[in-house]
């Protein structure tokens, strides 16, 4: 029986990926780690397994740059540019992940993938009954293919490939596989930087090798070769023509340390998978994986609880203090069922499917009372829960899930269970474990299986209340606690209470006359078309615009043309039609996911809408805001800030205000860096991305400054403080990568402050293991020492931008405290937050008041070296206010 090997070549398939899929503004992860090559590796990895079905797998990667052939020719790829960091940062992350789907990987020094994947097809070979086939994006591998290996190649980005067999070598080529090396040892690779014979290209080297069959034919009958300068190009460059043959020969006999029996390709580790695509955020992926698991026969031991009632509830005045956990069916906890709550202290402990019963009295005056501690798990999700019920939850004093998080914001899980094991209680079954992984948590709350996990859960919550405090004081963070997170969560959750007003009428019409507008771009696309056709539909516009109206083609997908909004970009300013296919996707993503997704949450009885705010998700501290997300609200179209002119105050007399910190990433960076000259431009008051284009690019003072120079300089100043690379900022600004490192390099000339920060602040993150904010808001960076360069310097990125972006958000928490305690009097209501904005509604009568109110507090909340700075308006919508 015929077995089937399939073998991949790692770093040319992850650098394919990361090509075609790189965009300096998407493909990252909630960590900042870049995932377009590890995502497209995983789109490659699913196809070919799932067409070669094969049993064994192997996936080659290049162990270094230095190799046998370095020895040969020391510039062998000496020409090749470094490798961009938000690639190599991601080789780690596609290793676990080969690894992770059960599937071997290897690497040898002093060779490349080539020749590990070259020795395997031998291997194969030399058994005699195996089909291989090789992924790669390389055709220097296609010298392999024979009656048994096939090699295919990626065309386009890394789904759609080239079939090379023998036969195909020999159409597309005019030459046969195993004289390719012959064809490389004539022509040389400038891609691999290393020469052949002078003046012999494509042609001449083709029709050498179908003379002469080899180089050493060719040599043994040098006579016979035709043309004076071509023999003379060839006696000259002998050594060169053999060298280059050597070069291009894959060793097919590499010493490598395992063999067929070892590449097994065996099932996925399925929990390291899931746990990784959770982590990198391919929601898509895991959406594909069977997550729905059977229900845990986890033993544990028992709690004792009571059932309560309203006959034995009168037991609760004996408590001073108290823990609860209310149970949902779902994590959107202003719509979500109640499905019972747990309440207790140390040995005693209430169960009950009845919340009703929260509103009673002693249990409603207990959450009420000041005096009393409160123990929970999430105090926004509580303090709505309870609101609803018409309960004011006050004096919380433990919320495990914002201790967890500020302990250590790589661990962010939103389930009891998960963190209690993680900080040492193991007594405990996670929602997952319960409920199934995936599934809506359905249970039958008069079960015993419901009280029991109910119970576990608040007891958790209280047996862990002193250690999580005790490491809480100990790395000097419970200011961060009692001063920052936890008052600010009682602030969400009094601002998600309250909603935004969103008109209803307003978003009706703007649909109108956005569904007027495609039905005429659409009838203009269908006559410059010529035919009708569904402009949806990627297939179909290929069609139309490659194949009947002839416009160059720039990419090409598995199924046909790439119509991606990159490659329309490219094509519009010389095609009417590309820009009217443009406006139209543009316009149908406003009415689907705004216009109508919008109208959808509009609370019906309120007329509001009210979104959740994540406070533990991020690990810089920064909100973000879900069901819906109002933080990304367009602002790039015209037609997409008119969204904003649906959001007005719930008072005719009252208007939306709107306070915006003005460039404070920067800001905190001049601070944290002490550097002088980034310092005095905020000082002077001076715009900071003309003077950083003044510096980059030698203006003088008095000089002015053209838009693309300021452009470029703000793509710069906000690059660094997102760590970006060369690469980076060349894709954003589309310069050359050697420009931009010369933009780079010249920033941190002009503020050597700034490198000088880098450098330290890399230096104590290895010292310490973590970087800080200004809160002492800390981010653990378990690979700064890592031996693997990869991930080291992804860590590296991390430390220098975190206490930035960090320090940044603990300064607009802090803001919106101690807004809201300045406000607390007034009519005027907290509505948003919208990354460094906050959106007030106003009465007209408190509008002088707040005009000086708001700026005043926001410009003074934290102290920085520099002054901070508050852009305010005002209107009768948030479009009007902005």
């Avoid at 139309?544 to 160059?552: H, Q, R």
């Avoid at 649906?646 to 800001?667: C, G, H, T």
């Avoid at 904010?773 to 860590?795: E, V």
Wanted: net charge negative.
């Amino acid at each position: 029986m015929t077995k089937k090997l399939l073998l991949i070549d790692g770093n040319s398939i992850a650098f394919r990926a990361f090509y075609a899929l790189y965009n300096a503004n998407g493909f990252t992860s909630d960590s900042g780690l870049h995932t377009s090559a590890i995502y497209g590796f995983n789109r490659m990895l699913d196809k070919v397994l799932a067409e070669e079905e094969p049993t064994k797998v192997l996936v080659a990667f290049d162990a270094g740059k230095t190799t046998f052939r370095t020895a040969i020719f020391s510039d062998y790829k000496g020409d090749r540019l470094r490798t961009p960091q938000e690639l190599l940062e991601q080789i780690p992350y596609i290793k676990e992940l080969v690894e992770d789907r059960g599937i071997v990987s290897y690497e040898l020094d002093n060779y490349e993938a080539d020749d590990i994947i070259g020795t395997f097809v031998k291997l194969a070979e030399d058994a005699g009954d195996y089909q291989t086939t090789v992924i790669t994006g390389d055709r220097d591998l296609t010298q392999l293919s024979s009656d048994t290996t096939t090699v295919k190649v990626t065309k386009k980005g890394v789904t759609e490939l080239d079939t090379f067999t023998p036969e195909f070598v020999k159409e597309k080529l005019g030459i046969l596989p195993t004289q390719i090396v012959d064809f490389k040892g004539l022509k040389g690779d400038t891609s691999d930087n290393y020469p052949g014979v002078t003046k012999v290209g494509n042609v001449t080297a083709t029709k050498l090798i179908q003379q002469f069959g080899s180089i050493e034919s060719i040599y043994d009958n040098i006579e016979s070769v035709s043309g004076k300068k071509l023999k003379e190009h060839l006696i000259e460059d002998r050594d060169k023509a053999f060298n280059a043959k050597k070069l291009a020969t894959i060793n097919r006999n590499s010493p490598v340390g395992i063999g067929l029996d070892d590449i097994d390709f065996n099932n996925a580790k399925t929990e390291k998978l899931i746990k990784l695509y959770k982590e990198l955020g391919f929601k898509s992926f895991l959406k594909n994986m069977n997550t729905a698991e059977t229900k845990s026969d986890f033993e544990f031991n028992k709690i004792n609880y009571t059932q309560l009632t309203a006959d034995n509830i009168n037991e609760i005045n004996s408590f001073d203090e108290l823990t609860i956990q209310i149970e949902l069916d779902d994590e959107n906890y202003h719509q979500a069922e109640m499905l019972g709550f747990s309440i207790g202290f140390k040995d005693k402990w209430f169960v009950s499917n009845d919340v009703d019963l929260l509103k009673l009295s002693p249990i409603k005056s207990k959450l009420e009372d000041i005096t009393v501690k409160k123990n929970l798990f999430d105090v926004k999700k509580n303090y709505v829960c309870l609101h609803r019920l018409g309960i004011e939850l006050k004096n919380v004093d433990f919320d495990m899930l914002l201790v967890s998080y500020l302990l250590d914001t790589n661990n962010n899980s939103n389930d009891v269970g998960t963190i209690s094991k993680l900080h040492g209680y193991e007594n405990i079954r996670t929602d997952d474990e319960v409920y199934g992984k995936g599934a809506k948590k359905i249970i039958d709350p008069n079960s015993e299986e419901f009280f029991e996990h109910l119970v576990h859960k608040t007891y958790s919550i209280d047996y862990l209340h002193d250690k999580m405090f005790t490491k809480l004081n100990d790395n000097d963070q419970a200011k961060l606690y009692w001063d920052i997170e936890l008052p600010v969560a009682l602030v969400l959750s009094k601002m998600e209470i309250n909603g935004i007003t969103v008109s209803e009428t307003t978003l009706s019409e703007m649909g109108s006359k956005l569904q007027e507008r495609l039905s005429e771009i659409e009838q203009t696309i269908y006559q410059e078309a010529g035919e009708e056709f569904n402009i949806g539909s990627p297939k179909q516009l290929g069609v139309i615009l490659f194949d009947k109206l002839k416009l160059p083609v720039i990419k090409k997908t598995k199924t046909g043309y790439s119509t991606a909004v990159d490659v329309l970009e490219k094509l519009a300013p010389d095609a009417q039609i590309v820009q009217n296919v443009l406006e139209y996707r543009q316009i149908s993503k406003l009415l689907s996911t705004y216009i109508d997704g919008l109208i959808k949450v509009i609370n019906p009885n309120d007329h509001k809408i009210h979104t959740r705010y994540l406070q533990t998700l991020t690990q810089t501290g920064r909100l973000s805001s879900v069901d819906p997300n109002l933080q990304n609200i367009p602002i790039r179209s015209e037609d997409g800030r008119k969204i904003r002119k649906a959001f007005v105050p719930s008072d005719n007399n009252w208007v939306i205000f709107s306070s915006d910190y003005s460039q404070i990433e920067l800001r905190v960076l001049a601070s944290i860096t002490g550097d002088e000259n980034l310092q005095m431009a905020f000082k002077n008051g001076e715009d900071i991305h003309e003077a950083t284009a003044r510096r980059i690019f030698g203006l003088a003072k008095d000089e002015v400054v053209n838009g693309d120079y300021r452009r470029q300089a703000k793509a710069v100043n906000f690059g660094i403080v997102y760590g970006i690379s060369d690469y980076g900022l060349s894709q954003n600004t589309g310069i050359s990568r050697k420009q931009a490192k010369t933009f780079i390099d010249k920033y941190f000339a002009e503020y050597p402050g700034v490198k000088e920060y880098m450098d330290n602040i890399v230096k104590q993150a290895r010292e310490y293991g973590y970087v800080e904010t200004i809160a002492n808001r800390r981010r653990y960076l378990p690979d700064i020492n890592n031996r693997n360069f990869s991930k080291r310097s992804f860590a590296e990125r991390t430390a220098m931008n975190t206490p930035i972006q960090g320090s940044a958000a603990d300064i607009i928490k802090i803001a919106m405290i101690k807004v809201q305690e300045a406000i607390k009097d007034l009519d005027t209501k907290m509505l948003l937050q919208v990354h460094d904005e906050l959106i007030f509604e106003v009465p007209e009568y408190e509008l002088e008041q707040i005009k000086e109110l708001i700026p005043k507090v926001m410009d003074s909340a934290v102290k920085l070296e520099v002054p901070l700075k508050v852009e305010s308006n005002w209107g009768h919508s948030w479009y009007d206010a902005k």
